[in-house]
Structure formats: structure tokens, C-alpha cells
């Protein structure tokens, strides 16, 4: 099983992306998850904010916060609550 955490930076908390990676011995897909949180920099507590399971989804929330920024934060706590 292979887990990749990406943590984008920012003024008043960071995001993490956490992307779980899981194949058989032959190389195919078994299980696939990527989550998406907000963490507050002084407690290092971690908010689930959107989590998928279709592979690649974890480009696409980083794409999307890289070029949205605080926006892109807004849109998804929006579409949560």
C-alpha cells in the first residue's frame, strides 16, 4: 500500500491532500482513496473537507487549489455543508 501526502501552504491554515494507493502483484487497482483536509497550523488538527475514489482525483483537488487558492477552499466548504 502506498500513501502520498502533498501540504499546500497558506496564510491562515494549510491543505493536505493524502492520496492511498493500493495494487496486487500484478500491478492492478485494488483499492483507491483521496482525501482532502484543513489544517490548522498551531494544533496540527486535521478537518476532512472532501474525499474521493476515483483515481486521479488527487491531481485535480491539488490543481484546483494551487490555481483557486482560498476560492477554490470557499466553493468545497460551501458544497460540504
Keep these: ?10 496564510l491562515t491554515f494549510a491543505v493536505e491532500v493524502e492520496e492511498v494507493n493500493h495494487r496486487d502483484a500484478l500491478g492492478g487497482l485494488i483499492c483507491y482513496v483521496a482525501l ?8 496540527k488538527a486535521r478537518l476532512l473537507i472532501r474525499r474521493s475514489r476515483i483515481p486521479g482525483a488527487a491531481d485535480d483537488m491539488k490543481r ?5 487558492g482560498i476560492q477554490a477552499f470557499r466553493r468545497l466548504e460551501q458544497a460540504t455543508a
Excluded: N, S, W
Design 1 to 10: 500500500m502506498e500513501i502520498k501526502t502533498t501540504t499546500i501552504p497558506g
Design 36 to 43: 482532502l483536509y484543513k489544517v490548522d497550523p498551531k494544533t
Design 64 to 68: 484546483e487549489f494551487r490555481q483557486g
